[in-house]
C-alpha cells in the first residue's frame, strides 16, 4: 500500500467514521498527512517529514515521545500482567500511589488512580461533596477541568457548557484572579473550589502571587475544601513539580494526568489527606474503576515520575523556560502590532496575540515549517507553547527562527486579518 493510499484512507475515515468536521479542520491547517513515528521533541509523518513538537500533547509528552525508561517499564509488565484482576493486591498501583504520596506537597497522602484527567476531576468533586456534606463548588470562568458531565459543570467556557445543560446543580463560575469575587461567592454551604494554579484553555493566565494563598485562606475560613487541577500544570510543566509550588500552597485535593503516563500511557488521579479520604476508607467501593489503577498504567508513571526526579527534569523545565521566554520577549518588543503580551511559567507559555485571525496565520507558517503549535482552547488569541521538558535549548533556536519569520509574514498582512 502506497503512503498515497494510507493517507487517503485514514482521511475518508475520519470523514465517514470520525467527523468530517475535523478532517476539514485538519486539511484547512495544512495537516493533510498522517503521524507516523515520534522520538524525544520530533514527530514524523507517513512521508518522514519532521514536525518539533511544540505542543506536547496538550502536557502529556513532557519527557517527550517514547522515552525509552517509561517505554521498557511497560513493555516488562505487558510480558507480566497487563490489567489487573481488581480482586489480588496490585504492587504497581500501591508502589504509584506511595510515590505520589512522597512528591505531591504537604500531607497529601492516599490517592485513586483513574484513566484520564476528566475522571480526576469527577473524583475530586465526589469526594469533596462527600466529605464536607455540602453541594456547593466554585469554579473560574474561561477554566477547563473536562467535559464529562461533572468536570464540565466546573468547566468555565459557555461554548461547551451551554448546549449540554442542565447540568449539575450547585456550580458558581468567578472570574479568575479576583479574590473579591471567589469572597462574595464562598458562603455556608461550599464544599469546594475547583482551581488551575495557571490556566491553560483559558489563555495560560498565571495569578498574581497572593491569589492561591488567600483562596487557600478563604476555603479554611468557611470549611470549604481547595481543589487544586494540575492536570496540564503538574509533573513539572511550569518549573515546579507542580505550580502550586510556587505558591506554596497546599490543597485538600490536588488531581493529575497527562504527564503522568510518560507519554506512553493514559492515567489520571487524585490525592488528598487522610482526614478527607475518610468516607472512602468507611466505603471503599464509593468509587471505582475497572481499568483505573491498570499495571501498564501505572508503572508507566512510575517511570515517569522517576524520570524527572533522577534527569532533573523539572530544573530543566525551569531554565528551559526562562530561556523560551526571554526570547519570546524579545520578538514582542519588536512585533508589538502582532504580540501583544508574552507569559508563563516554565514550558507553560502563551503567546496572545493583537487579532484573533493571526493565529490561523501563524499557526499555518509554522506547521509548514515544521513546528507544531496550537491556541488554546478557550481563547483563539492565545498560541500556546508547551513542548517536551526535554526539549533542548538548539530545538528553541530553530522554533524561534521559524517563529520569528511566521510573526513577520504575519506583520505584513496585519491590516487584512
Not at 7 to 30: C, Q, S, V
Not at 243 to 259: E, G, Q, S
Request: charged share 20%; hydrophobic share 45%.
Amino acid at each position: 500500500m502506497t503512503t498515497e493510499t494510507i493517507i487517503g484512507e485514514t482521511i475518508d475515515n475520519y470523514e465517514n467514521f470520525i467527523n468530517p468536521a475535523l478532517a476539514k479542520l485538519f486539511r484547512f491547517m495544512g495537516l493533510a498527512t498522517v503521524e507516523w513515528e515520534a522520538e524525544g521533541s520530533i514527530i514524523r509523518d507517513i512521508n518522514g517529514k519532521e514536525y518539533i513538537d511544540c505542543l506536547g500533547g496538550y502536557g502529556v509528552f513532557s519527557l517527550g515521545h517514547r522515552h525509552p525508561k517509561v517505554v521498557e517499564a511497560v513493555k516488562e509488565q505487558l510480558d507480566k500482567m497487563p490489567l489487573s484482576s481488581k480482586v489480588l493486591f496490585n504492587k504497581p498501583m500501591a508502589d504509584l500511589s506511595a510515590l505520589l504520596a512522597e512528591i505531591t506537597p504537604g500531607e497529601l497522602q492516599y490517592s485513586f488512580i483513574g484513566n484520564s484527567g476528566t475522571e480526576a476531576v469527577e473524583g475530586a468533586l465526589k469526594l469533596a461533596r462527600i466529605h464536607t456534606g455540602r453541594t456547593k463548588v466554585i469554579s473560574t470562568i474561561n477554566s477547563f477541568h473536562g467535559k464529562t458531565l461533572g468536570a464540565l459543570s466546573a468547566t468555565g467556557r459557555d461554548l461547551f457548557r451551554d448546549p449540554f445543560k442542565p447540568l449539575l446543580n450547585g456550580f458558581e463560575h468567578v472570574p479568575f484572579n479576583d479574590i473579591t469575587a471567589i469572597r462574595a461567592a464562598m458562603d455556608d454551604e461550599t464544599a469546594a473550589v475547583i482551581i488551575e494554579p495557571i490556566q491553560g484553555e483559558g489563555g495560560i493566565i498565571v495569578p498574581d502571587d497572593d491569589y492561591l494563598p488567600a483562596v487557600r485562606k478563604l476555603c479554611d475560613d468557611y470549611g470549604a475544601l481547595l481543589i487544586c487541577d494540575e492536570v496540564q500544570t503538574g509533573l513539572g510543566r511550569t518549573g515546579k513539580m507542580f505550580a502550586v509550588d510556587h505558591y506554596h500552597v497546599v490543597p485538600d485535593i490536588l488531581t493529575t494526568a497527562k504527564a503522568l503516563g510518560g507519554g506512553v500511557m493514559p492515567i489520571g488521579g487524585f490525592t488528598a489527606t487522610p482526614a478527607i479520604w475518610e468516607k472512602y476508607i468507611t466505603s471503599p467501593f464509593l468509587h471505582t474503576s475497572t481499568f483505573g489503577g491498570n499495571p501498564l498504567a501505572c508503572v508507566a508513571a512510575i517511570a515517569a515520575i522517576r524520570v524527572l526526579q533522577d534527569e532533573k527534569i523539572v530544573e530543566r523545565s525551569a531554565k528551559t523556560g526562562a530561556y523560551f521566554l526571554e526570547k519570546l520577549h524579545g520578538l514582542q518588543q519588536a512585533f508589538p502590532d502582532v504580540i501583544q503580551e508574552v507569559r508563563g511559567k516554565g514550558l507553560m507559555i502563551g503567546i496572545e496575540l493583537t487579532k484573533e485571525g493571526i493565529g490561523g496565520v501563524l499557526m499555518s507558517e509554522m506547521i509548514n515549517k515544521g513546528i507544531l503549535v496550537a491556541y488554546t482552547l478557550n481563547n483563539p488569541k492565545v498560541i500556546r507553547i508547551e513542548p517536551p521538558l526535554i526539549m533542548s535549548q538548539e530545538l528553541v533556536d530553530r522554533v524561534m527562527k521559524a517563529l520569528a519569520e511566521a510573526v513577520e509574514v504575519a506583520h505584513d498582512m496585519i491590516e487584512d486579518l
